[in-house]
């Protein structure tokens, strides 16, 4: 009889059908998981989607690996986790990265939305029938954090037609049940916004052509779409996501490459959603557990855009601190 030591690392387990090159996810087990049903109804799981503007194919699913690393350093903080996940997703166009430039023939580099969504719908789709993944937590960094708001407000992922079919399909993309948390890492929440304060005179022409080719590549070059797929557009009401009951908006002052702003709109938009923002730590855990209570806190950071995911300490004791909270 063979062992298998634990955390286990289950890499690139592709979840779409047809599977894709970067439709994969990686999975990381504390623990043996139970005979099926798989988990019980009270254990948690965690999603992280990486950042890198949805299009650096440096950035994938192993970013989670230094959160990883303090997390596992520290099992009680994964006392009632039963699993933790990482997604890729096809990525736009990116024809002058640096090492690593995209080529207009690969079509898994070559997706605009609402494609990243859907893969990340099916990813967690995968997770729900394949491991029977019910109570989760969802962690994003960049653009992840933008794609885990768009998946519980329903942007990208309602009344339009699947990508094999031309007909609406309302049930292809439902993620049922969703996150009862996120945390979000300087996230991208109003991208016109964003290209504003990424215009000169604040900067170049150089670096805002930058921001104007991420939004181009991601979302079309029609400036219209960006109001409507942007995260401060959408809903987050109980109605709309009635799993949600607490979400942590956390940013660092360091960060070079999404401003503060985006954070703040971001409150506003859940403030008229009905979300109650609680500033200092306290007796929120409390306020978590009490029925219909919806939290929102938000976290200072420490260190620049990608050194907050490289490190990870922050991220692995957000995560301990949110699973805690859940109970």
């Not at 019910?134 to 960094?141: L, N």
């Not at 929102?296 to 990870?312: E, I, M, Q, S, T």
Request: aromatic letters at 8%; hydrophobic letters at 35%; charged letters at 20%.
């Amino acid at each position: 009889m063979t062992s298998t030591s634990y955390p286990k690392h289950i890499p690139l387990l592709p979840y779409s059908d047809p599977p894709g090159r970067l439709r994969t996810l990686d999975i990381w087990l504390p623990r043996p998981l139970e005979e099926k049903p798989l988990q019980t109804s009270n254990s948690l799981w965690v999603v992280y989607l990486h950042g890198g503007a949805w299009r650096d194919a440096t950035k994938d699913a192993t970013n989670i690996e230094p959160t990883l690393k303090h997390l596992f350093s520290n099992p009680s903080s994964l006392e009632n986790v039963a699993g933790i996940a990482s997604l890729n997703y096809r990525l736009s166009p990116y024809p002058s990265h640096p090492s690593d430039p995209s080529s207009p023939s690969d079509e898994e580099r070559n997706a605009q939305h609402p494609q990243h969504i859907r893969d990340v719908c099916d990813g967690i789709k995968y997770l729900q029938q394949e491991y029977g993944m019910k109570r989760w937590i969802g962690v994003g960094q960049s653009c992840g954090a933008t794609l885990l708001l768009q998946l519980v407000a329903g942007i990208g992922t309602k009344d339009l037609p699947t990508e094999s079919s031309k007909q609406p399909d309302p049930q292809a993309y439902n993620t049922s049940p969703g996150p009862e948390a996120l945390i979000l890492l300087a996230g991208i929440y109003n991208l016109p916004l964003l290209l504003r304060n990424h215009s000169p005179p604040t900067c170049s022409e150089q670096i805002a052509q930058i921001y104007r080719d991420i939004a181009t590549g991601a979302f079309g070059a029609d400036p219209s779409v960006y109001t409507p797929v942007s995260p401060v557009s959408g809903s987050y009401t109980p109605s709309q996501w009635p799993e949600g009951r607490l979400l942590l908006l956390c940013h660092s002052y360091e960060d070079e490459l999404v401003e503060r702003a985006q954070r703040d709109v971001m409150c506003v938009a859940l403030d008229r959603s009905g979300w109650s923002l609680v500033m200092e730590v306290g007796d929120e855990e409390d306020e978590v557990r009490a029925e219909g209570r919806r939290v929102l806190n938000v976290r200072d950071l420490k260190g620049k855009h990608d050194w907050v995911w490289k490190d990870g300490d922050q991220i692995a004791k957000l995560i301990a601190e949110v699973a805690g909270r859940l109970g």
